[in-house]
DNA sequence: TCAATATCTCAAGTATTATTGAAATATAGG
DNA sequence: CCTATATTTCAATAATACTTGAGATATTGA
């Protein structure tokens, strides 16, 4: 992940909905969940859902697949890997203080 | 850290500029650097150097303290790690591809 | 093919954010 | 006190992003 694509990803979840958006695929796993799904879940209208994933999806967080009339939608645990590695690792050089506050249980 | 300040904190990375700052304050780890130094080294006029790093600072993500002349910014890194931590064990669950990325060495 | 469902695209209005240069503030030293 | 240095604030402009509702597209089943 390059220093633009970081960009692109932070921005994409410096937003209140698409950071729910986000929230709720993640307990959604690799189920997933359709559009309309998603825009009941974080409460917005469909086209505003649509803008938001549109948004998520250009920036690799979340991938999109059809299924029949649905559209799933899941994150990428891999790409937001990415995304905290590059700022972890790249950006605070893997800085103690920084790394302390990664993985199970809850230290931060 | 709760999803309002971790949205501005986000918000406050995804731009070129702040970014770039972070990174050459990082490397200053706790001696830190000049507004004006910081300008330079991000090639930025002061203005626009003093616009960023106020919104940084806003975000919480760097401290500035004043030195006679100058004033000093550094990286809270506490403030990254809470940031950090926040989309790792809260949004994302602590699932396992997200955690991988963290840590020394580099794998992600 | 037609109707229903799911989702997206588009345009308009609004809001937020970034850039620039000029002016203002704060500090230190002569 | 005056001048130089360091940094911020302000105003104007430009660019980007968000929301809304209407209309377009895609898919399925009757």
Known sequence: MNESQV???LGALAQETRLRILRFLVTKGSD?????EIGEAVDAASSRASFHLST??????VTA??????IIYRVDFDAMGGMIGYLI???CKN??????????????
């Open 7 to 9: 960009i692109e990803a």
């Open 65 to 70: 697949e059809r299924q029949s009339r649905h």
């Open 89 to 91: 690792n790249d950006c």
């Open 32 to 36: 997933g969940a359709s559009a309309g």
């Open 95 to 108: 800085h103690q203080d920084v790394v302390a506050c990664c993985g199970t249980p809850k230290t931060c």
């Open 56 to 61: 998520l999806a250009k920036a690799g967080l």
